[in-house]
C-alpha cells in the first residue's frame, strides 16, 4: 500500500489587482485543472463538519501543530460527483485523503443519520463514524466560492485563486442552488501547493510585492457569521 504524500501549502490574501497580475502570468506557464469551464473558473461547495466545543476551529485559531477536519464537497451545482475529505495537518505538513461519496449518503449525514458508515468498507467512513460517535462530530457550516486552478507537472505544483467567499448556515440547503450564501470577505485567497519542492520559476511567476503567507481558512471564515 503506498504511503499517503503530505504536502507543503501557502495561503495569501490577494486583492484584484493583485489577481490581475497572477492571472497574465500563470495562464502562459500552467495548464487548468479538469473542474474548469468555459468561464475560467468552477464553483466549489464544501459542507464543514465540527462539534458542539468547535474543536476543529479552536485548533485552527490556536495554531495546533496537529489537526484535522472532515467535510463535504462537490463542485458546480452539480451532487453526481460528491466527495468525503479529510484534510489532516501535521507539523507544517498537509494530507488529503477522499472517498466518494453518494448524494443519497450526504442526505443522511444531514439528517443525523450515521449508521450506514460504520458498515462500509470504506476507511473515510469508518473514521467519520468514529468521530461522530466519540467526539460528536456535526455539520457545521456550509462555504461556497469560485476557484481558478492551475497545474504545474514539476514539484507537483497546483496553484488555485479564490473569490466570491460565501458562507452559509442553511445546513440542510447544502444541494440548494439557490442557497443564500452571504460574502464573508472581499479578498480573494492565493493557494499554492507542492510537494517534495517549488521550482525556481513558479516562485518568480507568485512574487507579489508586500504579500506574505498566512495562516488563513475558509472554514474559519465561514464560522464568523
Do not use: W
Request: glycine share 4%; hydrophobic share 35%; with cysteine.
Amino acid at each position: 500500500m503506498q504511503e499517503p504524500k503530505y504536502r507543503h501549502e501557502l495561503k495569501h490574501f490577494i486583492n484584484y489587482f493583485d489577481y490581475l497580475q497572477l492571472e497574465s502570468r500563470l495562464q502562459h506557464l500552467m495548464t487548468r485543472d479538469q473542474y474548469t469551464g468555459e468561464a475560467g473558473s468552477y464553483q466549489v461547495r464544501s459542507l464543514y463538519f465540527d462539534n458542539f466545543y468547535d474543536k476543529a476551529l479552536r485548533e485552527k485559531i490556536e495554531g495546533f501543530s496537529v489537526r484535522e477536519k472532515f467535510r463535504l464537497r462537490y463542485y458546480n451545482d452539480d451532487p453526481s460527483y460528491i466527495k468525503l475529505e479529510k484534510k489532516s495537518k501535521r507539523r507544517g505538513l498537509n494530507l488529503k485523503e477522499a472517498e466518494i461519496i453518494t448524494r443519497e449518503e450526504c442526505e443522511m449525514l444531514l439528517k443525523g443519520q450515521r449508521s450506514f458508515l460504520l458498515q462500509s468498507d470504506k476507511k473515510l467512513y469508518n473514521e467519520l463514524y468514529a468521530k461522530m460517535y466519540y467526539e460528536q462530530l456535526r455539520p457545521r457550516v456550509i462555504v461556497d466560492y469560485q476557484r481558478q486552478a492551475y497545474l504545474y507537472p514539476a514539484g507537483n505544483v497546483r496553484i488555485t485563486i479564490d473569490s466570491d467567499i460565501r458562507a452559509s448556515n442553511s445546513i440542510g440547503e447544502f444541494f440548494s442552488p439557490g442557497l443564500f450564501c452571504p460574502r464573508v470577505t472581499n479578498s480573494m485567497i492565493l493557494e499554492v501547493k507542492y510537494h517534495d519542492y517549488l521550482p525556481q520559476v513558479i516562485r518568480n511567476v507568485i512574487q507579489l510585492k508586500s504579500r506574505h503567507a498566512v495562516a488563513v481558512s475558509k472554514y474559519a471564515m465561514g464560522r464568523t457569521l
